[in-house]
């Protein structure tokens, strides 16, 4: 239930608030392969769960995009 809520606020967020979501996300993501690539990560899925964070918030606002 906790991924539909996630979804769900996502789509309740407007495409300025969606841009900045996107960049903290990105950033998030590069942190992260960076630290790895320095040092392993102890949980290497966080790169992925981060990598999906950003194609699901891109799904939203492409389709918000579409609409307006």
Do not use: D, G
């Amino acid at each position: 239930m906790a991924k539909k809520e996630k979804n769900v606020s996502l789509h309740e967020l407007s495409v300025p608030e969606l841009q900045a979501r996107l960049r903290e996300c990105q950033e998030k993501s590069f942190r992260l392969k960076f630290q790895h690539t320095s040092n392993p990560l102890r949980n290497p899925m966080e790169i992925r769960i981060a990598r999906r964070e950003i194609a699901k918030v891109l799904t939203v606002l492409h389709q918000k995009e579409k609409v307006a």
